[in-house]
């Protein structure tokens, strides 16, 4: 079995994550370097002109130009951190989102100390859900008598998502803030309370990863853990028809209109 | 001039504990100061046993607390929830502001400035008191039912909308605190501008009146909307209102019975527009700090100080626009999160022109390794690990991955621990002999500084690596994720070291107290400084100096060539 | 400002009661065109200017900001610059 | 007293132009705006944010504003006088013109509370709506700060003035000082007005 992680970052199963690594590992890089630069510099220092008999201390230094230099290149730098590495990856993250037709959309629905996935099911339509209809067997509060929440599936903990297809994920939560983070995606993105935030990845491999609660949620935040399941497009399938409800829903409760899942 | 006299007719409370006398307050404020960092030292020993034995019974202490904190010596989540948020308020509120700002502050701006007492005497006890009470509501709050406040040091709502009463007390607390920093900084605006000794303009002040004049004027102006942000989540926890609650939670499976219609960012808003600032308030007076001790122990002025100067303005200036760098994954527009990745980068730069000129203002020295220099170098290498470390967290795509981990914490603990605390430790060292009339052991104050600067990495750097890895913060049990498993036995090493470094502050506090009594006797200028304050005799009387100050020179004329001392003290004629 | 003569301050009363009746005849205006209903972009924008105008005649005369020295204005510009800064916190969310 | 060796108290520092005084309170009057400038900032948020907002005019006594807002303008015109009743050496004017202040303030705290008391009856509290949450907590802490204005004038009026006959610069420059502090309550108010009653 593949080992997926270690002391250094862990594996990326990401389409986008690469980008994310190259910016780590350049700026980690140049930091070394600076760093590096700085203390021996500083050592030289301290050892050349330390208190000794004989030794007499400067009252005028030259004006050096090499920190100047050094200023101005730092500065330069970061400006080639931001434009050519930091805002395309940022951008290809949170703006350009994968065409709706081709990609996977599922609803996450954060709580105290859990995640639920909510997938639209066989007509790609999320049924309409309610706060007040949320309870213990019905987390994310789907309302049954919607007609389009018949085909719905909702797991608890249990993400599962097809290899090489787009997943769009809109992110809410039902309590508190939670922050929604997949380590082997290179995705993290926090889920407050009261909007919906949409992210987007892409798996390239299969294979059994973990969802991990970044932010402090309360007294269970450090087991807010969820199963990341990346499953080849057939396995996805049978998960999918599998988990489907089987027996047709009961009445209808209320009058419901129609209600595709809000952008 | 001489009010020595006078001020010996006080009755004792009067003298020591409802004293005006700015040293006195300033005193006050750095023993207090002092108490509350070992105290949330402490808080963090405790944490750091479940981090690297998760589950298991603490030994021999673990008798010691109540079923609420700790179940048969297993410390519950609850409680360590509690020892995370506290240790944080603590740490920053109530340790190293007070110590650096009303400790250091208070009793070295008057004398380097030639000032024979702050412009508002009982406004400066006042301050000393409120943040007292603030202290002491805190500390209270452990002891109330469910415990202290257990959201974090950032309390986020709705988390701490919701959370039980210690996060009341908490808030409390920190108008109480707020209150206290608003009157202080108040107090050194005006006697910065206003009771500058004769012929001490602006560019004749010590580095270290700079950093506290922009630090006055960040504590002024970035914490009302923390006050205002309390006041707030206060309103919302015993009126009632929503604020910071949305509407359609549910909680616990129950729907929340509040009118709903607020926004939870408007807490993160507010709270960082302070906490940015904040950040700053840490740092800069301990840039100063080491500047004073740097200049004194090379022998030399300081290089670029006027470079250091401008810095100092712009980063203070600056500290206003990055808050929203702690908000890049909120959801916030790219255009949004390119200005602050912008504004980010931009503060980076008067950091490094600081750190730059502080490592050539080395070169050409004469360099005395006594303790405080030995702190004030350490800071050095220190303070730029810690900023440089910065970086990838400033750059949204790079926070995508460290948001939230233990990168975060390497990263300032880096600026604030072995940064900002060896700069405070520095000028305990350095400034002790003004304070006491005594100085501390060298021998005590050396193996203090070798066995804390060794420990202190050992605790922090491990941090950076568990951050790379993708483990989160806050977590009562790492072990519960597969990720965080691997990286699991550096954190049995970092608490061997910091419970070992623990033991290496026993030298410090038998330094401290021991000299107080024991201490080598010194003159009014033992290290041959030449800024104001070592010309008043040690320790100042009332009023502080005995002929009213005049300057004539810069701060930092040492190894004037031609001169027969190797220092002109800045009241010595041309 | 505290150390003009007898006659400067008596000017300075005549100048409070001017300040008074305009503070006064603004209130009134704000109000009365409260009750037109307009839209909500003019109504903002009248009722702040109309409040700035008040605030700005309070802090010029009642405050003596009209006469004060340098270093107070320098503190208060840079309290504005800092209070802008708050007011792009909106502009986030 | 320590105070005896601190310069310009009373005297105006030569360069600067001013009093150590007068110089605290803009900088606490600099304080005072960041934090009413955080609450103001939050209104528009939550205002922004909100699918609907009443106009405050519905919900709120306009004329009964209106008047209060007459009431606190009158006060700060009562307020200068006072200073300029000292600033002409003339005690018993400032006696006169303070109380006025301190009574107008609170007959402005007595028609707040008649305005609060008819909400609570009409069941209208913070905790209804976003509205009333923003309205009971700008108009209670701007409350809060008319008390302690009025506190800070009572203690000048009465046990303060001892000050006149041994300091009388001084004591000007502090009646100076707590006008700037009740001109400042004043101009909140100003913002408030309009803000939650007449949008």
Redesign the interface.
């Known amino acids: 079995m593949e080992k997926y992680y270690g002391f250094g970052l862990p594996v990326d199963i990401s389409t986008h994550g690469a980008e994310i690594d190259r910016l780590i590992y350049v700026i980690h890089i140049f930091m070394a370097v600076l760093f590096m630069g700085w203390l021996a510099f500083l050592v030289l220092t301290l050892v050349k002109f330390r208190a000794r008999p004989g030794h007499e201390a400067r009252h005028h230094v030259e004006h050096f130009k090499a920190p100047t230099y050094l200023e101005v290149f730092v500065a330069l730098f970061e400006v080639v951190l931001l434009v050519g590495f930091a805002f395309p990856a940022f951008h290809k993250t949170r703006d350009v989102f994968p065409n709706r037709a081709d990609a996977l959309e599922v609803r996450i629905v954060a709580e105290q100390f859990a995640w639920n996935v909510h997938y639209p099911g066989a007509d790609g339509i999320f049924g309409k859900t309610d706060p007040k209809l949320m309870g213990a067997a019905n987390p994310v509060g789907l309302d049954l008598g919607d007609p389009l929440a018949k085909d719905d599936v909702t797991t608890i903990n249990q993400f599962h998502v097809p290899v090489n297809q787009p997943v769009i994920a809109r992110l809410s939560s039902k309590d508190v803030i939670h922050s929604f983070g997949i380590p082997v995606m290179r995705v993290k993105q926090d889920v407050v309370p009261g909007q919906t935030i949409s992210s987007w990845f892409e798996a390239k491999k299969t294979g059994n990863f973990e969802i991990a609660c970044a932010q402090l949620c309360g007294l269970g935040h450090y087991r807010m853990r969820g199963f990341f399941i990346v499953d080849s497009e057939a396995d996805f399938k049978t998960w999918l028809d599998q988990m489907a409800p089987k027996p047709p829903a009961p009445p209808a409760t209320a009058a419901t209109t129609p209600q595709g899942a809000a952008a | 001039m001489s009010h020595g006299e006078h001020s010996r007719e006080l009755p004792f409370w009067r003298k020591y504990i409802f004293s005006l006398d700015h040293k006195v307050i300033g005193a006050q404020y750095a023993v207090t100061g002092l108490l509350f960092l070992l105290f949330g030292f402490c808080l963090m020993m405790l944490m750091r046993w479940q981090l690297a034995y998760p589950g298991q019974p603490l030994p021999w202490l673990g008798g010691l607390f109540n079923e609420q904190s700790m179940v048969g010596g297993i410390m519950l989540p609850e409680f360590y929830n509690q020892l995370g948020a506290m240790h944080g308020t603590i740490m920053v509120f109530l340790g190293v502001v007070p110590l650096a700002v009303g400790g250091f502050g208070n009793f070295v701006v008057p004398l380097q400035i030639g000032a024979p007492d702050m412009a508002f005497p009982k406004l400066n006890m006042m301050s000393y008191w409120v943040y007292f009470i603030g202290g002491v509501v805190m500390f209270a709050s452990f002891f109330v039912p469910a415990g202290a406040a257990q959201s974090g040091w950032t309390s986020y709502a709705p988390l701490s909308d919701i959370a039980s009463f210690g996060q009341t007390m908490w808030l409390f607390g920190m108008v109480f605190l707020i209150t206290s920093s608003l009157l202080g900084s108040v107090n050194f ?1 005006v006697t910065i ?1 206003q009771l500058r000794a004769q012929g001490l303009t602006f560019f004749r002040l010590p580095f270290f009146v700079w950093a506290q004049f922009v630090t006055a ?1 960040l504590l002024l ?2 914490f009302p ?1 923390l006050e205002a942000a309390a006041v707030l989540q206060l309103m919302d926890r015993l009126a009632g209102t929503s604020f910071f609650l949305p509407t359609g939670l549910v909680v616990s499976g129950k729907l929340l019975e509040v009118s709903g219609g607020g ?1 939870p ?2 807490w993160q ?2 709270f960082w ?1 302070l906490a940015h600032p904040e950040v700053y308030v840490l740092i800069l007076p301990a840039m100063g700090i080491v500047a004073e001790i740097i200049a004194c122990n090379t022998r030399k002025p300081l290089y670029g100080y006027k470079s250091m100067v401008y810095s100092v303005i712009f980063i203070g200036f600056m500290s ?2 990055v808050w ?1 760098h702690h908000m890049f994954l909120t959801g ?1 527009g790219t255009k ?1 999160s390119a200005f602050f990745q912008v504004t980010t980068m931009i503060i980076s730069i008067p950091s490094i022109i600081i750190l730059t000129a502080l490592l050539l203002s080395l070169w050409g020295g004469s360099i005395r390794f006594n303790t405080p220099m030995l702190f004030a170098t350490a800071f050095l290498p220190m303070f730029g690990i810690g900023g440089l470390t910065g970086l990838p967290l400033g750059l949204a795509a790079a926070d995508i991955h460290l948001h939230d981990t233990y990168y975060v914490i390497g990263h300032f603990h880096y600026v604030v621990a072995p940064g900002t605390l060896f700069a405070l430790f520095a000028g305990v060292y350095h400034w002790f002999p003004k304070v006491t009339g005594r100085k501390m052991s060298e021998v005590l104050g050396k193996i203090h500084f070798w066995l804390s600067f060794p420990l202190i990495n050992g605790i922090f750097m491990p941090m950076f690596i568990m951050g790379l890895a993708g483990v989160s913060r806050r977590l009562y049990d790492p072990t519960q994720y597969a990720h965080a498993q691997p990286t699991q036995p550096l954190n049995v090493v970092i608490s061997i070291c910091a419970w070992l470094l623990g033991l290496a502050q026993i030298p410090f506090i038998i330094n401290f107290f021991g000299s107080l009594f024991f201490g080598k006797k010194v003159g009014q200028n033992p290290w041959q400084a030449t800024t104001l304050e070592w010309s008043a005799p040690s320790p100042p009387p009332h009023g502080n100096f005995e002929t009213v100050p005049v300057v004539y020179r810069a701060p930092y004329e040492y190894s004037v060539p031609g001169e027969k001392e190797d220092f002109i003290p800045q009241t010595e004629r041309k | ?2 150390h ?1 003569s ?1 006659e400067e ?2 000017k ?2 005549r100048i ?2 001017a ?2 009746v305009a ?2 005849a603004l ?2 205006i ?2 009365a065109i ?2 037109l209903k307009l839209p ?1 972009i003019p ?2 924008s009248v ?2 200017f ?2 700035t105008l ?2 700005s005649l ?2 010029l ?4 900001l009209i006469s004060e ?4 204005f320098s ?2 510009a ?3 610059v ?2 802008l ?9 | 007293m320590s105070t005896s060796l601190i310069h310009y108290i009373s005297k105006p520092h030569p360069v ?3 009093t150590n005084a ?2 605290g309170t ?2 606490f009057l ?1 304080s005072e ?2 934090l009413f ?2 609450l103001f ?2 209104y ?2 939550l205002r ?2 909100a699918p609907s907002w009443p106009h405050g ?1 519905e919900l709120l006594n ?1 004329p009964l504003a ?1 008047l209060n ?2 009431v606190l ?2 006060s ?2 009562t ?3 006072s200073w ?1 009743s000292l ?2 050496k003339n005690f018993s004017k400032y006696r006169l013109y303070m109380g006025l202040t301190i009574l107008l303030g609170i007959a402005f705290l007595v028609v707040k509370t008649f305005e609060y008391g008819h909400k609570f009856q009409h069941h209208h509290f913070p905790s209804t709506d976003t509205f009333y949450a923003i309205y009971f907590t700008l108009t209670g802490l701007h409350g809060l700060h008319v008390i302690g204005g009025i506190l800070l004038n009572t203690y000048f009026l009465f046990p303060g003035s001892a000050l006149w006959k041994t300091e009388p ?1 001084q004591f ?2 502090r009646i ?1 000082c707590a ?2 502090y009740w ?2 309550v ?2 909140v108010w ?2 408030l ?3 939650l ?3």
């Not at chain 3, 005369?61 to 003596?64: D, E, L």
């Not at chain 3, 020295?69 to 107070?72: A, D, E, G, L, S």
């Open positions: 605006i501008v004027f102006l970035a909307p926004n960012l408007l808003h507010l527009f206003f626009v929203a916030m949004m | 400002m505290q003009g007898q301050i008596q300075q009363v409070y009661i300040v008074f503070l006064a209130t009134v704000t109000v409260s009750y909500l109504a903002v009722a702040l109309i409040a008040k605030g309070v802090a005369f009642f405050m003596h020295k340098q270093i107070i503190v208060l840079l309290t504005f800092f209070f800064f708050l007011l792009i916190l909106p502009v986030l969310s | 600067t132009g001013i007068k110089l803009w900088c600099a705006v960041m400038g955080a900032s939050s528009i948020l922004v944010g005019s306009v209106t807002t007459m303008i009158t700060s015109v307020m200068v006088m300029a600033a002409m610069e000007t420059g100076e006008g700037l001109h400042f004043d101009l100003i913002f007005f309009p803000t009653y007449l949008l």
